[in-house]
Every structure is written in structure tokens, then in C-alpha cells.
């Protein structure tokens, strides 16, 4: 295995870092949350123009020919300035679709609107019953003329009160398919929520509405393999924003506590806090290092990646509540307001830790993946 980064991907991490910094200060933040702007929409022209909305597609498909790698090192900076949304949805794990349909004038139309930022994706495919099973599908795709007609209702989709298009599940009669659907589509209704992390979700209500055949994204053989793919990457790039968040409460916490006195001295200069700091560390570390683990057998296709994926999402939830728990009580009553970035980052790690699988669930399918 191959630890180095290439001069590329360095100067991809370096310059989404600095970009981060300049652009989205938690002060900036701040105010485009008070404005009721959300914040990875106001640098989504911005990340369109620097290619990053590019970044995982084929050059053929008008891409930069990033891979696993390059999305990692990218999520990790976005996760730092908590503007991964819709990143994470649109082109991480709606690209994998797209990239994975069916060749035409219809995917090319889409993954060229998609790359210059002209349209954002959501995943509709999880329902109230299905518990993390997304072959658990009650919504229908009947055929109708040269077409389908979808009816159903998706939950908590993630990213939908505002998306321009839905990749939907449905069951036909051959089995399950995935289906572009446009947001003005008629029949379609959303009922928008706020969401724990201070994004915004939706749950999706599909009355009869009517696509052409070229919406179908998914082949004869199912979507099983094309959801598991998007999943995949989904998991990836979740993990490598967990690292962005828990490196930016580390780094916080340990400033306060180099400024913060008592007693006459700096309550960094405790040893039993400097020992909690350091396990917070080493917890970070331990996140740091399955997340390689996982984008590497990613990037690989190793056989081996649906324990990674699930060791890595074990990982997230638990050492995500850690870190943030003792961020949390080193910085007193404070952390838990909302003028710092403590507390907000702290709920996203816990939306993290609550997609596509939590703690409980991973163990389980991480114990029968190893039987």
C-alpha cells in the first residue's frame, strides 16, 4: 500500500485547505446561517469553477479523473468548514450514479449540468420501514405508454427540500430500478424539515408521477450493485469529513485551553486535561487511519471493502461522540452554545453517525461479514 500523496493530490489538499480558511470562516458561517442561506450552497458557483464539482468523473464524461483519494483529501477540507452538503449527496454519491447508468444523451445532459453546478441531486431512496435496508421498497414504478409512473413515498431524504432532481427507488416488475426524477416533476410534493445538523432534509411524496424510459439509471440487472456503489463511495467520503470535523474540534479545544487561565496558569499546563487532549488524539488517529484503510480498498476494489466501509462507520460514530463530548466539557458551559464551532460540529458528526447505518447496525453486518 501506497501512503504518499502525489504532488497533485497535495496541491488539491493544500489549496482546499487555504480555500476553506479564506472563504468560510465560522464568523462567515455564522452569517449565512443567520441570513437562512445555507453555507455549501453559497460556495457551490465557487466550487464549480475550481473543477471540484468535476473532480470524481472520467475525462471522457468532461471530469478531472479524480478517484477515491482525491475525494477524500477534498471531504476532509469540506468538513472542516462543515459545507460537505450538498456535496456529499450531489456529486459523491448521485455522481456514482450517474457515472453508472446507461450511455446516452440523457447522462451526458446530466453529468454536464451537474459538474457546472446547474444542478443538485438527491438520493430518495430510503423509506420509513426499510431500517438501512434500501431493498426494503415499497415505491412502485408501473409501465405506462414509453414510460413509468412512480408512486410512493421516500423519508428523510437528505438535501431534498431544495434539490433540482431525485434519484428515486422504485420496484417494477423486473425487480428494483433507480429513476431520474426532475423536483418540478408533476405529482411530486415535498414536505421540507429541518434536519439535527442545521441542514435540511425532506420526506418525498411521488403521486402518480410520469418518466420517460430514458430516466430509468439502472440496467436490467437491478440496482443493487449501482445503490451499493453509491453507498460505498457515500461511506468514504463520510469518513474522511468525520476526520475534517474531529482534526477542527481538536485543534479548537486545544487553543481554548492555551488561552483559557486558572489559578495563574493556562489550563492546558493540567495534566490530567493534557491527558484527555491526548486521547482525544489518539482517538482522532484511529479514525484517521481506517478512513485511509477504507479509501484505499476503494480506490483498489478490494474484496475486503464492505468490512472496511462498516469498521470505518463503527469508527465515526463512536470516536465522533468522544472527540466532540470532550471538546464539549473542556470548553465549560460555552461548548455548548452556538457561538463557537464546537457545538456544531459536534451535531453533524451525529447526523454522520445516523446515515446510510449507525454504530449498531455496522457492528452487525461487520460480525456477519467476518463469519
Not at 123 to 151: H, I, M, N
Amino acid at each position: 500500500m501506497n501512503f504518499d500523496l502525489s504532488d497533485e493530490q497535495r496541491l488539491l489538499q493544500d489549496s482546499a485547505a487555504r480555500y476553506m480558511q479564506e472563504r468560510c470562516s465560522f464568523e462567515q458561517w455564522q452569517q449565512w446561517r443567520r441570513d437562512g442561506r445555507q453555507p455549501g450552497l453559497e460556495l457551490w458557483p465557487a466550487m464549480a469553477q475550481m473543477g471540484w464539482l468535476s473532480l470524481p468523473f472520467a475525462a471522457a464524461d468532461g471530469g478531472l479523473d479524480g478517484g477515491a483519494v482525491e475525494t477524500m483529501l477534498l471531504m476532509q477540507a469540506l468538513g472542516a468548514g462543515l459545507v460537505a452538503e450538498p456535496y456529499l449527496q450531489t456529486v459523491v454519491m448521485g455522481g456514482e450514479v450517474l457515472k453508472r447508468s446507461p450511455a446516452g444523451g440523457a447522462r451526458s445532459s446530466r453529468l454536464t449540468a451537474l459538474q457546472e453546478g446547474r444542478c443538485r441531486i438527491a438520493l430518495a431512496c430510503d423509506e420509513a420501514a426499510a431500517r438501512y435496508d434500501r431493498s426494503v421498497v415499497q415505491t412502485t414504478a408501473q409501465p405506462v405508454g414509453d414510460g413509468w409512473r412512480l408512486t410512493g413515498e421516500k423519508s428523510v431524504v437528505i438535501a431534498g427540500h431544495d434539490a433540482q432532481a431525485f434519484i428515486v427507488s422504485a420496484r417494477t416488475p423486473d425487480g428494483i430500478a433507480l429513476f431520474w426524477v426532475q423536483g418540478d416533476a408533476q405529482g411530486l410534493t415535498r414536505r421540507p424539515y429541518p434536519l439535527v445538523d442545521a441542514g435540511r432534509g425532506a420526506d418525498v411524496k411521488l403521486d402518480g408521477v410520469v418518466v420517460d424510459d430514458s430516466a430509468r439509471l439502472s440496467g436490467h440487472d437491478g440496482a443493487g450493485a449501482v445503490l451499493e456503489a453509491a453507498d460505498a463511495a457515500g461511506l468514504a467520503a463520510m469518513g474522511a469529513e468525520a476526520v475534517g470535523l474531529v482534526d477542527l474540534l481538536l485543534k479548537q479545544t486545544i487553543a481554548y485551553t492555551s488561552q483559557r487561565r486558572q489559578f495563574g496558569q493556562v489550563v492546558a499546563r493540567f495534566q490530567s486535561l493534557r491527558h484527555r487532549m491526548v486521547d482525544m488524539f489518539m482517538q482522532a488517529e484511529q479514525l484517521r487511519s481506517i478512513v485511509v484503510l477504507a479509501t484505499l480498498r476503494l480506490a483498489e476494489g478490494h474484496p475486503d471493502l464492505p468490512r472496511a466501509l462498516s469498521a470505518l462507520k463503527v469508527q465515526l460514530g463512536k470516536v465522533g461522540r468522544f472527540v466532540s463530548q470532550q471538546a464539549v466539557q473542556l470548553h465549560g458551559g460555552m461548548g455548548m452554545t452556538d457561538d463557537i464551532v464546537i457545538g456544531h460540529a459536534f451535531k453533524r458528526l451525529l447526523a454522520l453517525d445516523a446515515q446510510l447505518g449507525n454504530v449498531d447496525h455496522h457492528l452487525q453486518r461487520f460480525a456477519a461479514l467476518s463469519a
